[in-house]
C-alpha cells in the first residue's frame, strides 16, 4: 500500500491509496473510519481486514495533485553524518553515537511543490535521505522490537543552508535546516510490507540529468531499528513522527568546486521501492514563490 494526500481539481483535500496511477480515497474503503492516514497508522495487525475492498473500491477519475504524505508530524528528528562516506566528505571523524538534530513542521512541502532559496543564503544544499514514517507509539523499546513501530517509509530532501547551520545561531543547525519549504516529502508513504529490507535499498539524488549523490542504506551507520531504540529511550516517538536517517556522500558543499542549488535546479530524490521525489528551486523573489506564499498564508 502507497498512502498519499492529494488535493482534487476543486480544491476539496484527501487521503488515499494509490492503485495502479490512480487514487483511492481511504472512506472508499472503510466510512467507519476516519479518513486520516493518522488514524490507519494505528490500526496495526487490523490494517490488511480494512483494505479488503481496495481492488473493487472507486477510484478518483480525474488527475489529483499530490501533497506531502505525512503534512504536520509531532516531531521530525533528523540524523547527521550517518553514511560513512558523507561523515569523511564533510570532514568529520564518523560518529560513534548518533548526532541528532530536528527540522520546524512548518519546513514540509509536497511533490512537485518549489523549493524557495532564501534571500538570507547563497549556500542552500541537497540531501537525499530516506524517512522513517512511525506508526504507533514508541518509548523505552530496544533493537530487537523497534521495527514494529514503524508504519511505512518514504522519500525525503533535507535541504540545508550550509552558512546558516555552521556560521549563525551559535552553530546549532535548526534554523540551516528549517527555512520554508526545506522538507520535500513524497510521494507516498510506502507501507512497511513492501519494503521487506529498508536497510538495504538503492538511493540517488538527480540534479537535472546529474547523479550527485548514489549509495545504498546498507551504508548506514545507525540502521533504523538503532536509531528508533537510541531515540525511544529520551523521547516518546508517537505515530507520523518522521525519522530522516541521513544522507549519502556527494552533497554540494564538499564537491570542489562547491555546487549550491540555484533556481531552475530540478531536484530527484529516488529511493528503490519508494518512488522519486521531484522538487524544482525557485528564486526567493520569483512568482512561483510568491504563489506558495499566498497558497499557504
Ligand atoms: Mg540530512
Known amino acids: ?133 512511525l506508526g504507533s507509539t514508541c518509548r523505552d523499546v530496544e533493537e530487537a522490537e523497534a521495527m514494529q513501530h514503524v508504519f511505512g517509509y518514504c522519500c525525503g530532501h533535507d535541504v540545508s543552508a550550509r552558512d546558516w547551520q555552521k556560521e549563525h545561531c551559535g552553530g546549532q543547525w535548526l534554523m540551516g535546516k528549517s527555512f520554508d519549504t526545506f522538507a520535500p516529502l513524497g510521494p507516498y508513504v510506502v507501507h512497511k510490507s513492501l519494503v521487506p529490507e529498508p ?42 513522527d518522521l525519522i530522516f536517517t541521513g544522507t549519502p556522500a556527494g552533497v554540494g558543499a564538499a564537491r570542489t568546486p562547491p555546487r549550491f542549488l540555484q533556481p531552475g535546479d530540478h531536484c530527484q530524490v529516488t529511493i528503490e521501492s519508494l518512488g522519486t521525489l521531484r522538487n524544482r528551486c525557485v528564486a526567493h523573489d520569483s512568482a512561483e514563490a510568491e504563489q506558495w506564499r499566498k497558497a499557504t498564508a
Open 199 to 240: 536497510g538495504n535499498l538503492a538511493i540517488e539524488m538527480r540534479i537535472g540529468d546529474e547523479v550527485m549523490q548514489r549509495s545504498r542504506t546498507n551504508e548506514l551507520i545507525f540502521s533504523i531499528p538503532t536509531l528508533i531504540s537510541f531515540l525511544s529511550k529520551i523521547v516518546t516517538l508517537r505515530p507520523g
Open 1 to 133: 500500500m502507497r498512502f498519499c494526500r492529494y488535493r482534487r481539481a476543486n480544491g476539496q483535500l484527501g487521503e488515499g491509496i494509490e492503485r495502479d496511477g490512480s487514487i483511492v480515497p481511504l472512506e472508499q474503503l472503510d466510512s467507519t473510519l476516519p479518513p486520516h492516514l493518522r488514524d490507519w497508522m494505528t490500526l496495526g495487525e487490523a490494517l490488511p481486514e480494512r483494505l479488503a475492498k481496495l481492488d473493487s473500491a472507486a477510484a478518483i477519475e480525474e488527475p489529483v495533485r499530490l501533497l506531502a504524505p505525512v503534512p504536520h508530524p509531532e516531531k521530525i528528528i533528523c540524523v547527521g553524518l550517518n553514511y560513512r562516506d558523507h561523515a569523511i566528505e564533510t570532514g568529520a571523524v564518523p560518529p560513534t553515537e548518533p548526532v541528532i538534530f530536528s527540522k520546524l513542521s512548518s519546513t514540509i512541502v509536497g511533490p512537485d511543490d518549489p523549493i524557495i532559496l532564501p534571500q538570507l543564503s547563497d549556500r542552500v544544499d541537497f540531501e537525499a535521505e530516506l524517512v522513517v514514517v
